[in-house]
Antibody
Framework: EVQLVESGGGLVQPGRSLRLSCTAS????????MSWVRQAPGKGLEWVGF??????????EYAASVKGRFTISRDDSKSIAYLQMNSLKTEDTAVYYC?????????????WGQGTLVTVSS | DIQMTQSPSSLSASVGDRVTITCRAS??????LAWYQQKPGKVPKLLIY???TLQSGVPSRFSGSGSGTDFTLTISSLQPEDVATYYC?????????FGPGTKVDIK
């Protein structure tokens, strides 16, 4: 059974950093691209960024709203994807979901984690 | 960047009604479109990918169509458990973009 479990959320002050983890199981993690999607309270879904599988270069893409502040990485040996969030802003407050793309590159999101809440507030 | 729009933003229909949601891309995206269902307080769930392919386990009353810029999600017979917000998503290139969502409830 495919499972994605996010961790690392919490309350953080503006300007500080936080790292989220997404621990995967039930599939060959290294074969798939992984994305992060967020949802601010009462709002819609916003794609944050993704990391390709090593077969597709392991490169990353980001939404304009987080580019230069957020970094996605992966450790295929541990089946974990990370979202490093720096210079956090109040508008980054959201539930952050880890998702699996059905390919090593762009694709639809066939599995989602339960999400982890990040609250940016002083 | 390609923008995704959805209409209507919300709708109310009776059980058994046929419901249609439209998604439009500002530029052609071939069939690189997915639909997701998010029930209140729950995680989004993939319904349809490649514009018209039903994800395994999704009831057959859901269907998708379209290509290029105009896409449709249809629920052939609305059920109480279909109360949710529905999002379209284009995924062919960055930035991956979701539509603003269509909230469906029961009249």
């Amino acid at each position: 059974e495919v499972q994605l479990v996010e961790s690392g959320g919490g309350l953080v002050q503006p300007g500080r950093s936080l790292r989220l983890s997404c621990t995967a199981s039930g599939f060959t993690f290294g074969d798939y691209a992984m994305s992060w999607v967020r949802q601010a309270p009462g709002k819609g879904l916003e794609w944050v960024g993704f990391i390709r599988s090593k077969a597709y270069g392991g490169t990353t893409e980001y939404a304009a709203s987080v580019k230069g502040r957020f970094t996605i990485s992966r450790d295929d040996s541990k089946s974990i994807a990370y979202l490093q969030m720096n210079s956090l802003k109040t508008e980054d407050t959201a539930v952050y979901y880890c998702t699996r793309s059905d390919y090593g590159d762009y694709g639809w999101f066939d599995y989602w984690g339960q999400g982890t809440l990040v609250t940016v507030s002083s | 960047d390609i923008q995704m729009t959805q209409s209507p933003s919300s709708l109310s229909a009776s059980v058994g009604d046929r419901v249609t949601i439209t998604c439009r891309a500002s530029q052609g995206i071939s069939n690189y479109l997915a639909w997701y269902q998010q029930k209140p307080g729950k995680v989004p769930k993939l319904l349809i990918y490649a514009a018209s392919t039903l994800q395994s386990g999704v009831p057959s009353r859901f269907s998708g169509s379209g290509s290029g810029t105009d896409f449709t999600l249809t629920i052939s017979s609305l059920q109480p458990e279909d109360v949710a917000t529905y999002y379209c998503q284009k995924y062919n290139s960055a930035p991956i973009t979701f539509g603003p969502g269509t909230k469906v409830d029961i009249k």
